[in-house]
């Protein structure tokens, strides 16, 4: 039997168990270069003629110089709205797909196969490669709290000329606030607030930072700690025991940095990051039948589960940056290492309860922990230069990943104490990348420009499963066994992008670009292949952005469709293994329209609206060797992705008074219907592909802020009380179905002070 949930021991196991701007007062197409100021085009009171420097292409840029689609979102608007985990926000960001808390499930512009294949959007912290660029890693979303952030930006479209593997759909990138060697600034905020149909949250954050040497050294540190009302009930399916509010969550932790410049051309920057998080019970629900989304135990917010499923994870991120600047050209140099950590626990007991509890007298619970912990190092140097003519980037990338999915079946009675861990499975790998890049953007003609790029990569990998089995699990899981696999590959990637600037402010571009997912092997049994290919995508895109009518007007359209070959998909054998294949072919085209308009002094109003059109153009092939397959046919529509999706926001800023501000933010987000994942042809039969009903999202804020730096912002979260489902799963047919629903309206109230 398989699951799909984070950290799940994934393909080593013989036991298979399986931005435009949209947000009010801080999302937007670009990002800034050093500040919090909300950015354009978005619900902004920016005065027109702000220059918005964006980075997400590895070099400072005007937003309206980058032949790409960019989105952003401040800290500040994360903050005040207390949108603090990504499934908060992503329904905001044009194009983001979310369908669970790990990597994986993250996806942009519909390119996702569902499962737990390698991730298809890359993760960074400050140009520092988080997580894993496959699956063995299993990272789950970092998720770090507005307290260590500047802003998120969010890079659309295959990026694998500068970001290498597995950016297939883009980038998400955490951008840190770098120490001021000029000015002692704090900041402390303390909120609270509570979630209808459940309990109550707080939150506490705070920074400072000190210039040590006037202009040559800085130290800026920050902090956190948060605790998220719960509102889902958990009742004990063995015992009937009842715990209202059960997924209570907690986390805290903190970033430290340090600036010095030596001498004037020269900074060196050096960063570490820390989060930790507890959660007591779980918060997803179980669904009565594949579709019944609306009656969950005659409660939405309620689940049929044995309770006492916590579960812990944690980050590490410690980074050295190093800028040299020679004036013609300058020198980078970005040294990375993360950590991140998870160790979830499963409740089994109504799958394998009754089987084992005839060889285990007084067996009461079955419990899986499915952890994993995964390393990477990283080292990424590069040199650029600019002149009249061109502008140019090159760079080598080294990458060395070490990662470990286990899983442990624990078999406890009615006290709580343990019984037998009769299965143990580990997955050990290591993931090496080495690679050259390069840019080169000539300027052709006043205004006209061509960019063209291509990298390089070499990657091996090594992978060992083993299982352990004990008693009677031997016949039910295999025997103990242990195995090694190796493969390597060598990738190149391209990208070329003309683009025009038709006025200073205004920019039209096309480009071609691809990307890559790494392949890999599987554990060797009856119906499974040996091995997978890495999977490519080639996008086709044409642009255009631009500010208007003297900044009052500002517009982004894009227009795209991305090719998928060889679309990596998991699957589950006849004997419930789990394993990566390749099948088929698909596509994804869409068109993404976003604008800004400032029609009165203070107000402005933003929107934006998303299509997107991601289908198989092939069907799956079906199964061999007595195997499984995952059924889907030519047209079908790939998981998780909704054909339309828009936002709409007004932010409206007053005078108050001396000395005294107002502010209200209004926005609206709307999601469209979403195909579940593809059903294994072991499921398939008296089960029906899910399609995940549409929903609207309000949120709305007001807040009085003092010149003296004091202020407060009330806030409410889908204050008309959608019961949304998030995501949902029954791929499997081993299980019931389940998912999760959007939280509940919840209200709350944040206090901050800068000084």
Request: without cysteine.
């Amino acid at each position: 039997m398989q699951t799909n949930t984070t950290g799940a021991f994934r393909r080593r196991s013989a036991l298979a168990l399986t931005l435009a701007p949209i947000l009010s007062g801080g999302l937007a197409l670009g990002a800034h270069a050093q500040t919090a100021t909300p950015v354009a085009p978005q619900a902004s009171t920016e005065e027109p003629g702000d220059t918005i420097i964006v980075t997400a292409l590895k070099t400072s840029q005007r937003l309206i110089d980058v032949p790409a689609p960019v989105t952003a979102l401040s800290a500040n608007t994360l903050t005040e709205q207390n949108l603090t985990n990504i499934r908060d926000y992503f329904n905001r960001i044009p194009g983001l797909q979310y369908s669970g808390q790990a990597v994986h499930s993250l996806s942009l512009r519909g390119i996702t196969t569902g499962g737990a294949t390698n991730p298809t959007l890359a993760v960074l912290v400050d140009d520092v490669p988080f997580g894993s660029a496959t699956a063995n890693g299993d990272t789950d979303i970092p998720d770090f709290d507005p307290a260590i952030l500047s802003r998120i930006e969010v890079l659309r479209g295959p990026q694998g000329t500068l970001y290498g593997a597995a950016s297939l759909g883009g980038i998400i990138k955490y951008v840190t606030q770098d120490p001021s060697t000029t000015q002692f600034t704090g900041r402390v905020e303390a909120g609270v607030s509570t979630v209808a149909h459940g309990g109550q949250g707080n939150s506490l954050r705070g920074s400072l930072n000190v210039p040590l040497i006037k202009d040559r050294v800085a130290l800026a540190v920050s902090g956190f700690y948060r605790r998220d009302p719960a509102w889902v009930d958990n009742t004990d399916s063995n015992t009937g025991q009842f715990l209202a509010n059960a997924n209570h969550q907690r986390q805290w932790g903190g970033r430290a940095a340090l600036l010095l410049r030596p001498v004037d051309n020269l900074t060196i920057t050096l960063s570490a990051i820390r989060q930790r998080l507890r959660t007591e019970n779980s918060g997803l629900v179980d669904f009565k039948s594949d579709t019944d989304f609306n009656s969950v135990n005659a409660d939405p917010y309620s689940v049929t589960r044995v309770l006492g499923q916590p579960s812990r994870s944690q980050f590490d991120v410690y980074s050295a940056r190093a800028v040299l600047d020679l004036g013609k050209v300058q020198v980078t140099s970005v040294t990375g290492w993360n950590v991140n950590e998870s160790v979830p626990y499963q409740d089994l007991t109504s799958i394998f309860g009754g089987l084992l509890g005839r060889y285990y007298p007084g067996l009461s619970s079955v419990f899986l922990t499915n952890s994993h912990r995964a390393t990477r190092f990283s080292q990424e140097l590069r040199l650029s230069g600019n002149s009249t003519a061109l502008d140019w980037m090159l760079g080598g990338f080294y990458s060395v990943e070490h990662a470990n999915i286990s899983q442990t079946m624990l078999l406890m009675n009615a006290s709580g104490s343990l019984i037998d861990t009769p299965y143990v499975g580990a997955g050990p790998s290591t993931y090496r990348e080495l690679a050259a890049f390069g840019t080169v953007t000539g300027h052709l003609a006043p205004g006209l420009d061509l960019q063209v790029g291509g990298r390089y990569a070499h990657n091996k990998q090594d992978n060992l499963s083993t299982v352990a089995t004990t008693g009677v699990a031997q016949y039910i899981f295999g025997f103990s066994s242990s195995e090694e696999h190796r493969t390597s590959e060598s990738p190149f990637t391209w990208l070329v992008s003309p683009s025009w600037h038709i006025t200073r402010d205004v920019m039209v571009y096309a480009r071609v670009a691809n990307g890559y997912r790494p392949g890999g092997t599987n554990t060797l049994a009856d119906g499974v292949p040996g091995t997978y290919r890495s999977d490519r995508v080639v996008n086709y895109e044409a642009g255009a952005k631009g500010s208007v009518l003297e900044g009052k007007l500002d517009f982004d359209l894009s227009v795209f469709q991305i090719d998928w070959s060889r679309i990596q998909l998991q699957n589950t054998s006849a004997n419930e293994l789990t394993f990566t294949t390749n099948g088929a072919k698909a596509r994804s085209r869409g068109v993404e329209l976003a604008g800004t308009v400032r029609p009165w002094t203070g107000g402005a109003i933003s929107g934006n609206a998303t299509f997107t059109d991601a289908v198989l153009t092939q069907a799956l092939p079906a199964a061999t060797d007595g195997g499984s397959a995952l059924v889907g046919a030519k047209g079908d529509r790939l998981p998780n992705s909704a054909r339309f999706t828009a936002n709409i926001g007004l932010d409206q800023k007053v005078r108050l008074g001396e000395g005294i501000n107002g502010s209200l933010s209004v926005n609206y987000a709307w999601t469209g219907k979403r195909p579940g994942d593809f059903l294994n042809s072991l499921a398939a039969a008296g089960r029906e592909r899910q399609m995940l009903p549409s929903y609207g999202q309000l949120d709305v804020r007001a807040g009085v802020a003092l010149d003296a730096g004091w202020s407060v912002n009330i806030f409410a979260r889908n204050l008309t009380d959608e019961r949304a489902v998030l995501y949902a799963i029954n791929r499997n047919g081993t299980t019931a179905p389940y998912g999760r629903y959007i939280p509940p309206r919840t209200v709350g109230v944040q206090f901050a002070g800068s000084f």
